[in-house]
């Protein structure tokens, strides 16, 4: 019975895969998930039309699901305009951007 329990509680297993954490993370990483400006898989949104001074405005997310990691992790970690920062692991950024590359072949 004891090396069952040791055997269980060492297993290196995860309850979900990478793709399922990177799922998860991308629609919901820290209240305001990816998807709700990158679009469902990555492709690109428009966040909002105004305007201002008479003149219209948009403002749109940009396509991730097709930048090289280098460029992801970067823009995910400094924010840009109004990106939001989530402060998010290496891991975390890892398994987000894997779930948009394997979402991407789908759609292929």
Known sequence: MFLLCVSVLCAND???TSLEYGKMLY???RGVGCMECHGRYGEGERIAKYTHKKQAKIIEAPRINN???KSFKIALQEGKRVMP????TADEI???YEYLQAVKKEQE
């Open 14 to 16: 995860s309850f979900i």
């Open 27 to 29: 629609e919901n990483p």
């Open 67 to 69: 930048v090289e990691f």
């Open 85 to 88: 920062k989530y402060y998010l």
């Open 94 to 96: 890892a398994a987000i």
